[in-house]
């Protein structure tokens, strides 16, 4: 076996015993909470005179009465209180008879974003004051040791709040279940706030269940499940298109025309994943840690791989070069590392709880990702200027037309992405507490049609045919220098055998590049 055999075996071999403990690692770890919202040992944080628990935000649609009879997708849009327990600590407790009607009171707090300024009244310590003090209470007529709110313009029962009284002694309070219907469609915000210091170490236990009317899927989260189903369709319909031509001129394939096939599979499988992750989702409120893991591992892996068959066809792999020669190691590690920072972005990002709200803790792995696609792009479009030098210089005009065609098409990409990125740093800036929640997914969606749009693209230009093999390497400088010999044997001119000597040494004696950072392969200058 060669030697580009036995690698290519041994990477298949990592490959299979990756995805191998992939499967196992997915079977083994627990269901990750989604639209159920789990609260376990939380502790309230002090902010001015109140003292506040976050406890998730949505978008959510309003209840509608066109849902089915049946199934969760049956209009109701609520949001579920169950099993909420609050626990103080023994001492404050002691300091209470339990004789006492109430020795504290624990408030939960539901708003639209569109509201947060009904929450809370004049300053207090540099800070809005949440919870009615005596001052106030003179002031702005507001209930002692409550939160000040006043009624939405859209409803007086709104911003809506549940109470809980601690009696007596008691360490431990259980909430009743309560379901909060939603009327009105918005972005929703909900805080479990207390205003009593003796209540200080308070901890939550429990969850919310957050329903809309077509399911458990945050509003912002539903239209992708649609749009997820619609790609799947169209990379099917693409992989058909490319399994006809594939299957007719199947004796003409090149090894770029087989990287494609591999691309479209991976395409396809991470679409279909994510459907089904997002239509579980939807029936049962939690995340299935599994096809989740799945779906994410396979979106890296067609990322990676995507840009690395790119990058290969950029430098001119089987049309100019034969190989890659030292450029494969520095290939493969660009690779690999891209994939390890994306797996753990969309890890981070899809796996767990879901907020519409991002954290801002995800900028650590969002930095890594966005420094290693600008490495590609700068590598990619050296790579490519110095293929079309490369194939002008010699006057293969087929190729030379793909390869324009291609790098027109890189570059509108590049540029539409640019572009995004810039409308997308705009939209989160201008849109702080997510309130156009609803034309949010069409961030997400974006690149997914990009990619899809370049591998179309690809795909037309490369599609499997019976000239396929004008595209493949050819030995061209053996043909040049057959073509050199023939005009030496033509001439009557008598040739010098010293001269001719010296030019063959000086051919042989070529620069070679010290710079080992560089992305230059002389094993190639001197092959060419």
């Not at 995340?287 to 892996?301: D, E, H, K």
């Not at 519409?356 to 890594?368: H, Q, T, W, Y």
């Not at 966005?370 to 990619?380: G, K």
């Amino acid at each position: 076996m060669s030697s580009g055999g036995k690698v290519f075996s041994r990477n298949l071999e990592c490959m299979v015993l990756f995805f191998l403990w992939l499967g196992l690692w997915s079977y083994s770890i627990q269901i990750a909470e989604g639209s159920v919202h789990e609260y376990r040992d939380g502790r309230f944080v002090d902010n001015g005179n109140a003292y506040l628990y976050y406890g998730g935000s949505e978008g959510m649609h309003a209840a509608t009465s066109q849902g089915a009879k049946n199934g969760v997708a049956n209009g109701g849009s609520y949001i579920g209180f169950e099993s909420i327990t609050f626990r103080r600590t023994t001492k404050p407790a002691m300091q209470h008879s339990d004789s006492e009607s109430s020795s504290g009171l624990v408030q939960a707090v539901i708003f639209e974003s569109a509201d947060r300024d009904k929450i809370g009244g004049s300053a207090y310590g540099g800070r809005v004051a949440i919870c009615c003090t005596p001052d106030l209470a003179k002031q702005e007529g507001c209930p002692q040791g409550q939160i000040i709110k006043r009624p939405s313009s859209y409803d007086s029962q709104w911003p809506f709040t549940l109470g809980v009284n601690i009696k007596g002694d008691e360490v431990e309070t259980i909430m009743p279940l309560e379901r909060v219907n939603i009327t009105k469609t918005g972005m929703y915000n909900l805080y479990f706030i207390f205003c009593d210091p003796q209540l200080q170490g308070l901890v939550i236990d429990g969850r919310t269940v957050w329903k809309n009317p077509s399911g458990y899927l945050p509003g912002r989260m539903a239209p992708l499940m649609t749009f997820y189903g619609a790609m799947s369709i169209a990379y099917l319909l693409l992989g058909l298109a490319w399994l006809l031509q594939y299957c007719r001129f199947w004796k003409d394939i090149l090894y770029l025309q087989n990287c494609i096939t591999v691309v479209i599979a991976l395409g396809m499988s991470e679409m279909a994943l994510w459907y089904f992750e997002y239509a579980n989702f939807n029936s049962t409120g939690h995340r299935p840690m599994g096809i989740t893991l799945w779906a994410v591992t396979f979106g890296a892996v067609k990322k990676t791989v995507s840009r690395l068959l790119i990058l290969v066809v950029s430098m001119g792999y089987g049309v100019v070069r034969p190989t890659l020669g030292g450029l494969t190691s520095k290939v493969i590690f660009l690779g690999a590392t891209y994939f390890i920072a994306s797996e753990l972005l969309d890890v981070v990002e899809n796996v767990g709880a879901i907020n519409d709200l991002s954290g801002k803790a995800k900028l650590f792995l969002v930095l890594p990702v966005a420094i290693l696609d600008a490495f590609f792009i700068i590598w990619i479009f050296t790579s490519l200027s110095k293929t079309l030098e490369k194939l002008q210089a010699r006057r293969r005009l087929a190729k030379l037309e793909v390869y324009r065609k291609f790098t027109n098409s890189l570059a509108i990409a590049v540029v539409a992405s640019v572009a995004w990125i810039c409308y997308e740093l705009y939209f989160k800036a201008t849109d702080p507490f997510s309130e156009r929640w609803q034309s949010a997914w069409i961030i997400t969606a974006f690149w997914s049609i990009l990619s899809f749009s370049l591998l179309c693209v690809i795909c037309v230009l490369w599609t499997p045919s019976q000239n396929s093999t004008r595209y493949a390497y050819s030995d061209e400088a053996d043909d040049d220098m057959d073509g050199e010999e023939s005009v030496v044997l033509k001439s009557n001119i008598a040739v010098d055998p010293e001269k001719i000597a010296l030019k063959g040494d000086k051919k042989d004696r070529m620069p070679v590049s010290t710079d080992v950072f560089s992305l230059d392969d002389p094993e190639e200058d001197k092959r060419e």
